[in-house]
C-alpha cells in the first residue's frame, strides 16, 4: 500500500545556488518546492536501489536480526 499523507516534514539548509537549482527544478517540472524536493528523493532513492522502499512489516524484520 503507497503512503499518499505526507505527515513527517524535513528541513535543511543549502546554499543560494543549490536553492536555485531546486527552483529552477521545479519550474522545468512545474513543480512546487516540496513536490521536487520529493521527487529528487525518490529518484536518488532509485539510483541507490533504495526505492521503492520494503514494506513496513518487511522493515521491521530486517531491524529485529
Do not use: C, D, F, Y
Request: net charge positive; glycine share 4%; aromatic share 2%.
Amino acid at each position: 500500500m503507497v503512503q499518499t499523507t505526507k505527515t513527517e516534514e524535513v528541513r535543511a539548509r543549502v546554499t543560494i545556488t543549490e536553492k536555485a537549482a531546486l527552483a529552477a527544478i521545479a519550474e522545468k517540472e512545474i513543480l512546487n518546492l516540496s513536490e521536487a524536493v520529493r521527487t529528487l528523493v525518490r529518484e536518488g532513492a532509485q539510483r541507490r536501489g533504495l526505492w521503492p522502499p520494503p514494506p513496513v512489516e518487511q522493515r521491521s524484520e530486517v531491524k529485529a536480526t
